[in-house]
């Protein structure tokens, strides 16, 4: 069965609003969450690194004022779209480490468009 | 610049036909590697993963890894019309759970 949960599955909403998803793991501890975003046809490029009790590290080129990252607890971290556009119509995919070493479980993504 | 390369396909194959999937990758120190199938509009769903250079198999997935020339394959025997994805490539240096992905190889196997 599923590991990771995210919400919504999708959402749809004006541009300039801002939309909250939220990855959760299921049943184990995630001290550290990642944040992937996937455009049409293209592969998954990691965004963001949650880490729970301190501040989101964020990869070069994302804009970590927009991309707001909250990881409340050792189960839920949070991505928040801030002011979105239509290019941030995405699908956001959230990941947690569980098992063998480095192996991450990805949450079943948010799509995202922002008309 | 840390990349990992797969062909992009689609490749197509009979039912029943072995395909084989391809993926090299720049970064030496990388330790750890993993395939995951990808359904349009899902996420990935992680396969295999491996970390020593050899084969290893899980049921009619088989993963090969040669460090030496940083190259890790699948192999998919008895391939199913339900096999019909897109297979992502991930890379990671042990112990950073950092992946680099490769862009997916569209896999079509025709019945």
């Known amino acids: 069965g599923a590991v990771v949960s995210q919400h919504p599955s999708w959402v749809i909403c004006k541009s300039g609003t801002s939309v909250k998803i939220e990855c959760r793991s299921l049943?184990?501890?995630?001290?550290?969450m990642f944040w992937y975003r996937q455009f049409p046809k293209q592969s998954l490029m990691l965004m963001a690194t949650?880490?729970?009790?301190?501040?989101?590290?964020?990869e070069q080129g994302v804009e970590k004022d927009k991309f707001l990252i909250n990881h409340a607890s050792l189960t839920l971290s949070t991505l928040t779209v801030t002011s979105a556009h239509p290019e941030d119509s995405s699908f956001y995919i959230c990941?947690?480490?569980?098992?063998?070493?480095?192996?991450?479980?990805f949450g079943p993504g948010t799509r995202l468009t922002v008309l | 610049q840390k990349e990992v390369e797969q062909n992009s396909g689609p490749l197509s194959v009979p039912e029943g036909a072995i395909a084989s999937l391809n993926c090299t990758y720049s970064?030496?120190?990388?330790?750890?590697f993993f395939w995951y199938r990808q359904y349009s509009g899902k996420s990935p769903e992680l396969i295999m993963s491996?970390?020593?250079?050899g084969d290893k198999e899980d049921g009619r997935f088989t993963a090969q890894l040669n460090k030496a020339s940083q190259y890790v394959s699948l192999l998919i025997r008895d391939s199913q019309p339900s096999d019909s994805a897109t297979y992502l490539c991930?890379?990671?240096?042990?112990?950073?759970?950092?992946?680099?992905f490769g862009t997916g190889t569209r896999l079509k196997v025709l019945a």
């Open positions: 990941s947690a480490p569980r098992g063998g070493p480095d192996t991450q479980y």
């Open positions: 049943d184990f501890q995630a001290t550290t």
């Open positions: 949650s880490n729970e009790g301190s501040k989101a590290t964020y």
């Open positions: 970064d030496r120190v990388s330790q750890s």
């Open positions: 491996i970390y020593s250079n």
């Open positions: 991930a890379v990671s240096t042990s112990g950073t759970y950092k992946y680099i």
